[in-house]
């Protein structure tokens, strides 16, 4: 399903209207039937009572429709309005003079205390106060109305997108609606998918209101859920060299975990041959956990980090790989972050950067756009906000934008981690990734993304359907780990052992509650 910007849904509404010639009322109409089509589905509206309070805007338009709809299907419904009746036009206007001509209270509110006894006796609460088109902090009138609906137990349906969520960031203007339902309009936006937003909408619905399918699916569009395609048959007669090699250059003094997560979870995501080239101190102990790797001692400095003199080796080693993985706990050692640098320059396979290796390659970005073969970076905010020059917080109010010029600039696919996690191409696609939990916020869980991607490109898939596919499965091996342990105290261990679970529910079908997840939106 493709995602969109709302200025993107904007063009979509005038095309629309002025090349295929469908009213916009037509398309509120379709956009308040569909949300009182939910609204009846999960409270139910005969013989209920509802409040709706509607905005300025077409959002506050399409709330009349629904009001309307409640009292045509046997409910009760008091529409409150927060603007100006005035300032309303077009289609919105149209359908609040329809409201003036029925049996539905319409009452503007000017304080707080007007809405309060309606909210106690309702049974569910309409939000249609802004939209998605809200681009400032909400404050006055706005802010106590959106209190006390939040604060009223009721049930919440949100129109489009909750009220104070910023409909291209999903970040919280200050206050938003905490709805329990949302039904969004034509594609689902990016604040609707992106946390905190997403957090906000509770169960997600899209209604299409009319547009066709090359409208919804047009080659400008984008920005797509991740739904990666299925993984390459395992051949019957298959052996580990044909089920991929991938080098992983990684491990330091006081960081066992990072290479070990990395190199095992290559194996138990389907990869053939692991060979992990580590500091030569540290491989006793990390092959008492993962005696299926194959490992390549490495001389190391006095810190314990990998030793320049390995560069003639580790090159050699790499030309003979289908990927290398570079950076999982190499540490900050000046002599180690020179030799990534070197090895950036001149690995000729593809090269998955992470950890320490990002921090490398930060300051010399003209290595990686100098390089011939594909390269994969997998970077947190942080170490997002060192490759791009910009602050965390700007790049929470501009995820999508600052992974597609980053992406282009470097010609390399980047994997932006966390709560639905994005993936940016070079030519300016991004996918967003739904599986995944909040448990997976822990030490050595992206390490094992490294190794869930490398195994997919060992398998046959191409690089960027390679990065697509592990980061799915990544997520989805922590969900089935959350749902036997739980969230609270899983470890990157937990999401390791599930791999060969996620690999196994993701060949047969996944279980219905997952499916509907990361499907998104049901359309409607």
Do not use: W
């Not at 909408?201 to 047009?218: A, M, N, R, T, Y």
């Not at 003979?320 to 990534?340: C, F, I, R």
């Amino acid at each position: 399903m493709r995602v969109c910007s709302v200025q993107e849904m904007r063009a979509m509404d005038r095309y629309a209207i002025e090349n295929l010639a469908i009213p916009e009322e037509v398309l509120m109409e379709n956009a308040g039937l569909a949300s009182a089509a939910v609204l009846n589905r999960e409270i139910g509206i005969p013989g209920k009572r509802f409040v709706v309070f509607c905005g300025g805007g077409n959002n506050g338009g399409d709330g009349f429709v629904v009001a309307r709809k409640i009292l045509s299907d046997g409910g009760s419904v008091k529409v409150f309005l927060l603007s100006d009746p005035g300032k309303f036009q077009g289609a919105a206007r149209t359908n609040l003079e329809i409201m003036k001509r029925l049996s539905v209270p319409l009452v503007r509110v000017d304080s707080p205390e007007q809405i309060h006894q309606d909210i106690s006796h309702c049974q569910g609460i309409v939000d249609a106060i802004f939209g998605t088109g809200l681009d400032r902090p909400v404050g006055g009138l706005f802010k106590e109305v959106i209190e006390r609906i939040n604060a009223s137990g009721k049930k919440v349906l949100s129109l489009d997108i909750p009220s104070g969520i910023n409909g291209d960031t999903g970040e919280v203007l200050g206050i938003a609606v905490q709805a329990d339902y949302t039904v969004t309009f034509g594609l689902p936006k990016i604040g609707n998918l992106l946390y905190p937003g997403f957090a906000r909408g509770g169960k997600l619905s899209v209604c299409h209101i009319s547009f066709p399918p090359d409208l919804q699916e047009g080659p400008s569009l984008k920005i797509c859920l991740n739904s990666p395609p299925p993984a390459p048959p395992r051949d019957p007669d298959a052996h580990k060299g044909s089920m991929g090699e991938t080098l992983f250059i990684a491990g330091a003094a006081n960081y066992f975990g990072a290479p070990c997560f990395a190199a095992l979870s290559f194996l138990k995501a389907g990869g053939g041959y692991s060979r992990l080239a580590a500091p030569a101190s540290m491989i006793p102990s990390i092959a008492q956990k993962g005696g299926e790797i194959v490992f390549v001692p490495q001389r190391e400095t006095a810190a314990g980090s990998l030793s320049g003199d390995n560069y003639e080796t580790l090159l050699s080693l790499s030309a003979k790989m289908d990927m290398v993985v570079l950076g999982p706990g190499l540490s900050l050692e000046e002599e180690t972050q020179a030799l990534v640098r070197t090895l950036v320059q001149e690995i000729p396979c593809p090269l998955l950067i992470d950890g320490d290796g990002l921090t490398a390659v930060a300051s010399r970005l003209d290595l990686i756009r100098e390089r011939k073969a594909p390269t994969i970076l997998t970077p947190h905010l942080g170490e997002m906000a060192r490759i791009s020059g910009k602050s965390v917080p700007e790049i929470r109010r501009n995820r999508i934008g600052l992974l597609q010029e980053t992406a282009a600039d470097l010609q390399a696919v980047i994997v932006l981690k966390g709560a639905h996690s994005l993936i940016g191409l070079p030519d300016g696609r991004v996918y967003v990734n739904l599986s995944g939990n909040a448990g997976m916020a822990t030490a050595g869980s992206g390490d094992v993304l490294t190794g869930t991607i490398a195994a997919m490109y060992g398998q046959g898939l191409p690089v960027e359907e390679a990065v697509c596919k592990g980061v799915f499965l990544h997520g989805l091996s922590g969900d089935l780990a959350a749902e036997v342990r739980g969230e609270d105290g899983m470890t990157a261990s937990d999401i390791l052992d599930f791999l060969p679970e996620a690999r196994k529910a993701d060949r047969a079908g996944l279980p219905e509650h997952l499916r509907r997840r990361y499907a998104g939106a049901e359309v409607l």
